[in-house]
C-alpha cells in the first residue's frame, strides 16, 4: 500500500479511498423481529386478502390462482378497492405495474391514487380497469422489429398469480403490482408473458401423461425453482475510482493479487462483520417481501458471497429473483458497498453463477421428479425423468443459447464453471436404473448407504445413493436439476421458458409413445419401459457422469456423441434462429415465429452493445489513465539514471526497456482497436457478432496483457487504478 506524503494527506485517490474504509465507522447492527413479524407483512397475499375481501370474491381470486381462467370484472374492482385501502393505510401514495422487458432487469411506470374533482378537492381511487391493464410507452424497449419508434402503445396486464408488494424507500411507499408485458398488436415483450404460457404448455402435458398412468385426481402441474444467487461486494470508495466497474460492470485491467483463492480459505469461512450486517439487512427486507431467503455464504472468491432461496412456484420466484438483485444492489449503497452482478468481475478467480434449482410437481402427486427409495419402480419419476433427458437431448443447443451473454462467455467452460456443451448428470444410482431399461433388464437401484464416521459420540445418518458433480452443467440433484450455467446478471425467466418448453414438448411425445403402445394391448409396465427404452436408444449420449472439464470429455461430447460446443454468445445465439426451434416454441404456443426472431435481435444487439462499450472504455482509460500514469513513472526513472550515471555509478536501463516496450505495445493495440471499433461489419447482425467475438476481444485482452504486466512494474504510488489486492480483501 502507497505511502503518505509529508503533510500526512493523502498522496493520491487510491490512498484516500483506503483512509476512508479505515476510518468507516464500525457497521451499525439493526435488532432483528421474529421471522412471524417479519414474514410478508409489506404482501398483499392471500392471507391478507381473505381477511379484506368477501367471502365469495376470495374464493373466486383464490380460484383463478390456483386453477386459472380469466377474473371477473366485478371481482376486480372489489379487489382494486381491497388493494388500495391496504396500500395507503401503509403509507402508499404510488402505485406501480412492475413489468420485466428483455433488457434483463425490471421496469416499472408510477401512478398516484390521486384522482382531482370537479371542486378541486381530491381523493384515492383505484379501480379494477386501472388494476387489471396499464399502458407504458411500448416503443422504448428492446422488441427486435416488433414495434416501430413511432408505434408507441404498448400494455401491462395484472399477473393474479404473483402477489402485489409494497416497495419503501426513505423518501416514501410505492404499491407494485407484477404484471406481463405486450404489445398493442399482442407480441409479448416481455419475459413474464412465455414464463407463464410455458408453465401452462408444461402443465398440459404432464396432466395427460399422469392420467395415462392411471392418476385419478390430477391437480394443476406447476414448475418451481429455487436460484441460488453469487455476487461480488466491493468498497464503493473504490468502485468510483473505477470507471470499468461503475459501467461494465466487471474490471478490465488488473493483474492478479499474490494472495488469490489458492488457499480455499474464503469459501464458507467466517463472514466479515460488515458483510454479515449487510446480509442481515437484505434478509430482513426479503422476509417482509415474502422472499424465503434460506441460505448465506462466503463463496470460493476472495470478496464472492451467496444467498439462495427455498424454492417457489417458477413465476413467484423470477419476479422474487429480480427483486433480490434489485434488494442487493440497493442494500449495498446503504452500506458503502457496490454489488457486482457481472458473471466475471475479476480476472483470474472465480466468476458468479445463479444455479436455478427446477423441478415440477402439483398438489395431488406431490414432486414428480423425486425418485423415492426405489426409483426403478418409480414409473411415474422414471418417465418424467426420460422426458427431460430426451429434452435435453434434443434441444440442448437451445438451453445452451438461453444462458449466452457477454458476461457468461467470461465463466462457461474456465473450470469454475459448467462446459459450454449440455449434458446431464444423472447420479451412480439413477444412471444405473437408466442402463438397465436400456438393456431391458431393471433388476433393482443401489440403496443409500450409512455414514459411519468412527467415532463413537457422532451419529450415523444416510448418506446419499449417489454423488454431486460440479461440472455437469444440468445436474440431478436428489429431488430436482440443478441448471448451473445460468449466469448471475441473467433474469431466470429465460432458463425457465426453455426447461419448461423442452419438458412440454418430451411429455407430449412420452404421452404419444405410451398411448400408441397402450391402444396396442401393452400392459402399463411393458408400453411405459418400453418407451423409456427408446428414449435412452436414441437420447441417452447427453448423460454423462465423468469430468465435463477433462479435454477427453470435450472430444467425446463432439465427435462421438454428437453433442455441439457453442464456445460463445456469438455462436450460440443463432440456435434462437433454426427451424426445429421455431417450431418447438410455436407447437406449443410459447413463444410466435414474430416472438423468437425479436428475442434474437434483441439478445444480438445487446452482447454487441455490451462489448462495444467495453472496447471503447478500455480504450479510454488505457489513454488517459493509465499510459499518462507509465510516462510519468518512465520520467522519473530516467532521471533517476541520469543522475545516477553523473555520479559514475552502476545503471541498469533493464527495467526502463522493459516499461518502455510495454507501454508501446499499449499504444500499437489501442490503435488497432481503435480501427476494429470505428469499422463494425453493417447489415448483419451476425457478422457483426463474429466482429465483436474474433476481432474486438481478441485486442481488448491483448492490451489488457499490457496493462496488467505494467501494472506489476509501475510505482504502487503512481498506479492511478484501486488494484486487485485492494478491491478484494479491504472490507
Known amino acids: 500500500m502507497m505511502g503518505k506524503t509529508q503533510d500526512s494527506m493523502p ?7 483506503f483512509q476512508t474504509i479505515q476510518e468507516r465507522p464500525a457497521p451499525a447492527t439493526r435488532p432483528t423481529a421474529p421471522l412471524k413479524e417479519l414474514w410478508a407483512q409489506d404482501v ?11 367471502k365469495d370474491v376470495f374464493k373466486s381470486v383464490q380460484k383463478t390462482i390456483k386453477d386459472g381462467g380469466k377474473l371477473d370484472g366485478t371481482v376486480a374492482n372489489v ?27 425490471t421496469a416499472e411506470k408510477h401512478d398516484g391514487f390521486i384522482s382531482v374533482q370537479g371542486d378541486g378537492s381530491t381523493i384515492t381511487e383505484f379501480t379494477g380497469k386501472v388494476l387489471v391493464q396499464g399502458e407504458p410507452d411500448g416503443s422504448s424497449f428492446p422488441n427486435g422489429g416488433i414495434r416501430s419508434t413511432f408505434e408507441a402503445r404498448g400494455y401491462t396486464a395484472w399477473d393474479i398469480t404473483s402477489p402485489a408488494f409494497l416497495m419503501e424507500t426513505p423518501n416514501g411507499v410505492t404499491f407494485c403490482i407484477p404484471t406481463v408485458f405486450i404489445s398493442w398488436t ?31 385426481e390430477v391437480a394443476p402441474v406447476n414448475s418451481s425453482c429455487g436460484a441460488e444467487q453469487e455476487y461480488f461486494l466491493v468498497d464503493s470508495s473504490f468502485v468510483a475510482l473505477r470507471s470499468d466497474l461503475l459501467l461494465t460492470g ?47 455464504h462466503n463463496e470460493v472468491a476472495p470478496g464472492q458471497f ?98 449466452a451473454t457477454a458476461g457468461n462467455d467470461h465463466r462457461l467452460g474456465a473450470n469454475e464453471a459448467p462446459p459450454a456443451i449440455i449434458s446431464v448428470y444423472l447420479g451412480s444410482q439413477l444412471e444405473d436404473v437408466f442402463k438397465q431399461i436400456l438393456v431391458g433388464e431393471v433388476t433393482g437401484s443401489a440403496a443409500a448407504g450409512v455414514m459411519q464416521l468412527g467415532v463413537d459420540t457422532l451419529p450415523e445418518f444416510l448418506k446419499d445413493p449417489g454423488d454431486r458433480n460440479r461440472t455437469s452443467p444440468f445436474a440431478f440433484t436428489g429431488n430436482r436439476f440443478e441448471f448451473r450455467a445460468v449466469g448471475s446478471n441473467q433474469s431466470v425467466a429465460g432458463p425457465l421458458v426453455a426447461m419448461n418448453t423442452i419438458l412440454a414438448d418430451s411429455l407430449q411425445f412420452v404421452g ?63 440456435v434462437l434462429k433454426r427451424p426445429a426451434i421455431r417450431e418447438l416454441f410455436a407447437s406449443v404456443g410459447v413463444l410466435s415465429p414474430v416472438e423468437l426472431e425479436s428475442r434474437y435481435e434483441v439478445y444480438a444487439e445487446q452482447y454487441v452493445l455490451a462489448i462495444e462499450v467495453e472496447a471503447k472504455l478500455a480504450l479510454q482509460m488505457a489513454r488517459t489513465q493509465i499510459y499518462p500514469a507509465v510516462m510519468g513513472y518512465l520520467g522519473q526513472l530516467s ?65 489488457r496483457e499490457a496493462v496488467d504486466s505494467l501494472e506489476a512494474l509501475v510505482d504502487d504510488a503512481i498506479w492511478p487504478l484501486p488494484t486487485y489486492q485492494e478491491m478484494l480483501f479491504i472490507k
Open 512 to 574: 404419444n409413445e405410451l398411448e400408441a403402445k397402450l391402444n396396442a394391448g401393452d400392459s402399463l409396465e411393458t408400453a411405459a419401459y418400453a418407451v423409456l427404452k427408446g428414449i435412452m436408444q436414441n437420447h441417452g449420449a447427453v448423460v454423462f457422469g465423468g469430468d465435463g472439464y477433462s479435454k477427453e470429455w470435450h472430444r467425446m461430447a463432439v465427435e462421438e456423441r454428437g453433442l455441439e460446443n457453442l464456445h460463445n454468445t456469438a455462436e450460440a445465439l443463432g
Open 250 to 296: 466487471r474490471t478490465l485491467f488488473g493483474h492478479p493479487s499474490a494472495k488469490g483463492q489458492q488457499f480455499d480459505d474464503h469459501y464458507f469461512g467466517a463472514i466479515p462483520e460488515r458483510v454479515q450486517v449487510f446480509m442481515q439487512d437484505v434478509e430482513r427486507q426479503m422476509y417482509t417481501l415474502g422472499i424465503p431467503a434460506k441460505t448465506r
Open 639 to 703: 532521471s533517476s539514471l541520469h543522475h545516477q550515471e553523473s555520479l559514475a555509478l552502476p545503471c541498469d536501463r533493464g527495467l526502463v526497456s522493459t516499461i518502455a516496450s510495454l507501454n508501446q505495445q499499449l499504444l500499437q493495440t489501442c490503435t488497432k482497436l481503435d480501427g476494429a471499433i470505428a469499422n463494425p461489419p453493417h447489415g448483419d447482425v451476425q457478422g457483426h457478432m463474429n466482429h465483436c467475438a474474433n476481432t474486438l476481444l481478441p485486442l481488448m485482452e491483448s492490451l
Open 79 to 105: 379487489v382494486a378497492q381491497a388493494m388500495k385501502e391496504w396500500a395507503t393505510s401503509r403509507g402508499a401514495l404510488y402505485y406501480a405495474h412492475v413489468f420485466y422487458p428483455l433488457t434483463n432487469s
Open 306 to 403: 451467496e444467498i439462495a432461496p427455498f424454492f417457489e412456484a417458477a413465476n413467484v420466484a423470477t419476479d422474487h429473483q429480480q427483486l433480490t438483485m434489485t434488494l442487493l444492489k440497493n442494500t449495498a449503497r446503504k452500506h458503502g458497498l457496490t454489488c457486482l452482478l457481472h458473471e466475471k468481475p475479476f480476472e483470474g478467480i472465480n466468476g458468479s453463477g445463479k444455479h436455478v434449482n427446477w423441478s415440477v410437481g402439483n398438489a395431488t402427486q406431490g414432486n414428480l421428479l423425486d425418485p423415492g427409495s426405489t426409483p426403478h419402480e418409480n414409473m411415474q419419476f422414471l418417465l418424467f425423468c426420460g422426458a427431460v433427458i430426451r429434452g435435453v437431448h434434443s434441444y440442448g443447443p437451445l438451453l445452451r443459447a438461453v444462458v
Open 186 to 216: 399482442g407480441e409479448a415483450l416481455d419475459k413474464k408473458t412465455p414464463l407463464l404460457r410455458s408453465n401452462a404448455a408444461m402443465n398440459r402435458q404432464a396432466q395427460r401423461l399422469l392420467k395415462l398412468l392411471g392418476c385419478q
Open 44 to 54: 398483499f397475499d392471500l392471507v391478507k386478502m381473505k381477511a379484506a375481501l368477501p
Open 11 to 17: 498522496s493520491s485517490p487510491r490512498l484516500s479511498a
